[in-house]
């Protein structure tokens, strides 16, 4: 009997064809999601006959040498023109890899180096395996049609990945009960009980469904629309009425204070039951609005049905089988909330480990939340890409902001958008809660002036080290705080609570701060001064003004300005063309928040970007592909990097914890766990601020990933981590 796996205590085998023919019936239920069954079912029974080599099973028997068994079954494929499997399989151990050119020697990482390889003889497959017939692709093209079948491939690439770990998964782990720290209980309010639960065992769309009406149905009977809670509900039920709609793409474009984190929640659920799909995925691009939604789901649908993947999510190590956590592989969840930087990463990925989850985003509800901070330099091919999603995969995708960006231009005709939330412009004056005023230019100390007059206000500025100047000015004043990247993240929490206590009393409360503070924070200021940015980043921090609507619009000001150009002081290259566009905007409307500001800023700012939309041509290289079928997939996977700064990690051992984990690192621990860990003692530097630090001796590397401060004196409770050093003070260790 030919062997796919032996059990970790050799007692068990699993043979070829179980492992073969359990593969290709989990791909094919994947593939079948976007009509493609036979597909998967066909790259699922020719992944692995590559083990039908003599080498292969003396490895596993006997431990012998590291043998190629995942070429085989692409030879076989290629041989028959099938293409596309080929490319499946080659890669489902080390990813995707490029199409290259006929030159390419057998052995090269590329799918024509790995067709010419010479491979040890696993003909005896013939025996037992028979080639499936693959069935006409029902491939649905958008533009040239070469991102199209590159994105197919992608998602097929996925169902055989995830069926090939689920298959072996299920074979290694026979027998081990999979415990699940807590169980759902009969309460509809989701606490819960001991229990243990399997991989994959979560409440139903329709279940989850009934939860949120439960928790929103006494709104429902609100129709007075003078008041704040009535015009939330009006949008709430318009998002559920328009849930019952086709499937397609939706924007939502709600002002700050409107409710739409429940209501794109009830037209996500609406919709999801209503077209049976599976999940509702929300992508955010920051962590505090991630964590800060995910517990409003978790409070209202149960907590072991919403799956946090970001890199602050960790796991007790009696959870190390928590389904959550397993679920996190995949996305086999019924609402997953991640971030623009890991869906859109994994989109263009070519490693298994990020292609699994892929084929469960097909047939979900997608809610893009702050869908101005799609990336700008990679614009183009996160709309193709959605597209593709909306067009052949049977998703939904819903843009939901408060500033909604001009992208209409940039979808395929094939694609319409709707707009969910009843009479925006109705909605926007309602909701005003703040008077923008534009000053022109500021000094530090003019600035500083300024704020010493407020008693409660919040001042955002663009560069760290601008607002640990100006806070300088200002530290002696009593109720001055100063919050930026240059901390930690758990001590930026702990100010955050001590920041919204004083608000919450009336006390004296003046906080300098730079951009982290302008969406996922719940502040409520009378008054906000925001250094000119981009217009969608001016509303953002307008929001933080008056949130709460307890004053008169008209008596609560964001002050807009500049800044003076100071030594030492530079505006990041990405910020200079929003900037830019912002200044011009504001001379061309008295009001900046006007929906038609907004609409004239993303048209010129995406006009002005140009090319730059795309920056790696990522859309060009797929639809070029097609020409002989060589996709770039691995070079595309470097080359799409949503967050491209060259940044080193400092961990800052103040605290006990932190103290243990720089020994654990020291000793060569790692894991997924101890990094997301010693990520909450973090602080993250640009190249230049580094090297201040490194050339003066203040840095000991601990890893590859790490370097920690040597002297802690240098980090501070108000300012977080200093780097105004001198490199002459560098010393011999």
């Known amino acids: 009997m030919y062997l796919a796996h032996i059990s970790e205590d050799r007692k068990r085998e699993q043979s070829i064809p179980d492992h073969l023919t359990g593969t290709a019936n989990l791909a094919a239920d994947f593939s079948a999601k976007f009509g493609c069954r036979g597909w998967g079912y066909g790259c699922g029974m020719m992944h692995d006959i590559g083990k039908y080599s003599d080498k292969f099973q003396k490895r596993l028997l006997n ?31 080390s990813g995707l890899l490029d199409g290259g050119t006929a030159a390419d020697a057998g052995g090269d990482a590329t799918l024509n180096g790995r067709m010419q390889k010479e491979l040890e003889a696993y003909q005896t497959y013939k ?31 996925s169902c055989l990945v995830d069926a090939d770990y689920l298959d072996t998964e299920a074979f290694m782990t026979e027998g081990m009960v999979i415990e699940d720290t807590y169980a759902k209980d009969a309460d509809a309010r989701g606490t819960f009980t001991k229990g243990t639960y399997p991989r994959g065992t979560f409440d139903t769309v329709d279940i989850l469904f009934d939860r949120l009406f439960h928790h929103v149905e006494s709104w429902l009977q609100n129709d007075d629309i003078t008041t704040v809670n009535g015009r939330r509900t009006a949008i709430l039920k318009a998002c559920l009425e328009r849930g019952n709609d086709e499937q397609g793409l939706y924007q939502l474009t709600v002002p700050t204070g409107g409710g739409k984190t429940l209501s794109s929640l009830a037209f996500a659920l609406q919709h999801a039951k209503t077209h049976h799909l599976d999940r509702i995925i929300y992508v955010i691009p920051y ?62 990925a070519n490693k298994t480990s990020k292609c699994r989850k892929l084929h469960n985003i097909a047939n979900s509800v997608i809610i893009f939340d702050e869908a101005q901070m799609l990336p700008v330099n990679y614009l183009k091919p996160c709309i193709q890409a959605v597209s593709e999603l909306v067009y052949s995969y049977h998703s939904t995708a819903v843009l939901c902001t408060a500033t909604q960006p001009s992208l209409k231009p940039f979808f395929p005709q094939q694609i319409k958008i709707s707009e969910i939330c009843p009479d925006v412009e109705d909605q926007y004056e309602f909701f005003r809660r703040t008077v923008l005023k534009n000053i022109g230019e500021l000094s530090e100390n003019g600035l500083a002036e300024q704020l010493r007059g407020r008693k409660q206000v919040l001042c955002i500025l663009n560069s760290r080290k601008r607002v640990q100047k100006v806070y300088e000015v200002l530290k002696e004043e009593e109720g001055t705080f100063h919050l930026s990247t240059f901390m930690y993240p758990l001590h930026r929490k702990r100010l ?53 609507g307890k004053r008169p619009y008209v008596e609560c000001e964001t002050v807009i300005f500049t800044m003076e150009k100071a030594e030492g002081i530079h505006m990041p290259q990405t910020m200079k063309l929003p900037v830019t566009v912002a200044g011009q905007v504001s001379e061309l409307y008295e009001d900046n928040a006007s929906l038609k500001a907004i609409q004239t800023y993303f048209d010129r700012l995406y006009h002005f970007k140009g090319e730059g939309l795309d920056a ?32 080193k990690t400092i961990l ?42 490194y050339g003066a001796g203040r840095l000991d590397a601990i890893s590859l990933d790490f370097y920690v401060l040597r002297n802690v004196e240098q980090y501070s409770e108000e300012m977080g981590l200093e780097i105004q050093v001198d490199r002459g003070e560098a010393v011999i260790f």
Not at 512 to 541: C, H, K, M, N
């Open 652 to 693: 800052i051992a103040k605290e006990p914890e932190a103290e243990m984990i720089v020994e654990r690192i020291r000793r060569g621990e790692y894991s997924r766990k101890l990094m997301r860990e010693a990520g909450q003692y973090c602080v993250n530097l640009f190249k230049n601020d580094f090297d201040k630090l």
């Open 127 to 157: 025996e037992e395996i028979k080639i499936p017939e693959f069935p006409v692709i029902p491939l649905k093209p958008l533009g040239k049609g070469g991102f199209s079948l590159s994105f197919f491939i992608r998602m097929l690439f």
């Open 616 to 647: 790696k041509d990522i859309v060009g290289q797929m639809e070029n592909g097609s020409r002989s079928l060589s996709f770039p997939f691995a070079s595309a996977a470097k080359q799409f990097k949503l967050i491209e700064q060259d940044t």
């Open 287 to 348: 962590t505090s609005i991630i964590e800060q939604n995910a517990q409003v789901f978790k409070d209202i649908l149960g907590w072991d049905n919403v799956l946090e993947d970001h890199c602050n999510v960790t796991y007790e190590e009696s959870e190390e089988y928590n389904k959550i956590q397993l679920a996190a592989e995949n996305w086999d969840c019924p609402v997953v909330v991640t971030t623009n930087v890991q869906f859109f990463e994994s989109l263009f």
């Open 63 to 93: 431990n012998g040498p590291r043998t190629d068994h995942a070429s085989a079954g692409a030879q076989e494929l290629y041989k028959k023109k099938n293409y596309i499997g080929a490319y499946c399989i080659s890669g489902h151990h």
């Open 496 to 548: 955050l609570k001590i920041i919204r206590e004083r608000l919450k009393e009336g006390k004296t409360c003046r906080l300098i701060a730079t951009s982290l503070v302008e969406a996922g924070v719940d502040f409520d200021f009378p008054a906000v001064y925001r250094e000119l940015a981009g217009l969608d980043s001016v509303i953002q921090a307008a929001g933080r003004c008056n949130r709460e």
